[in-house]
């Protein structure tokens, strides 16, 4: 079987498009990326000396894996901490702090 050159190359392209016109690359169109340049993900270290100095604080004593620290939510994951950026996460994680016990706030155990 004889194919064209053409023919065979744009085959080979990887497809970018579903026939419906969707992106399936999973690349953001411009208008959807971040607003701003905040940082997305530190390390542990980075995490550990600003839990040192008192400039991260976690959610509860319970929950050691969820902290508040530069204006946002972290969570850990095995390579270090990711920032939750979505706005209604955020809001729903504040709103329960506010409902965590005395006795299990972070504070509790400085004192």
Not at 22 to 30: E, F, S
Not at 41 to 55: K, L, P, V, Y
């Amino acid at each position: 079987m004889v194919t064209s050159p053409v023919r065979s190359e744009e085959m080979m392209k990887p497809h970018r498009e579903h026939p419906s016109g969707d992106d399936i690359t999973g690349a953001r169109p411009a208008a959807e990326a971040p607003a701003d340049d905040r940082v997305l993900e530190i390390s542990h270290a980075q995490m550990d000396a600003a839990h040192n100095n008192g400039g991260a604080i976690p959610f509860a004593q319970s929950v050691p894996w969820l902290v508040r620290y530069d204006g946002s939510w972290w969570v850990v994951y095995e390579r270090g901490w990711l920032r939750i950026t979505d706005e209604l996460t955020a809001t729903d994680i504040d709103q329960r702090a506010a409902q965590v016990p005395k006795a299990d706030k972070p504070d509790a155990a400085r004192q």
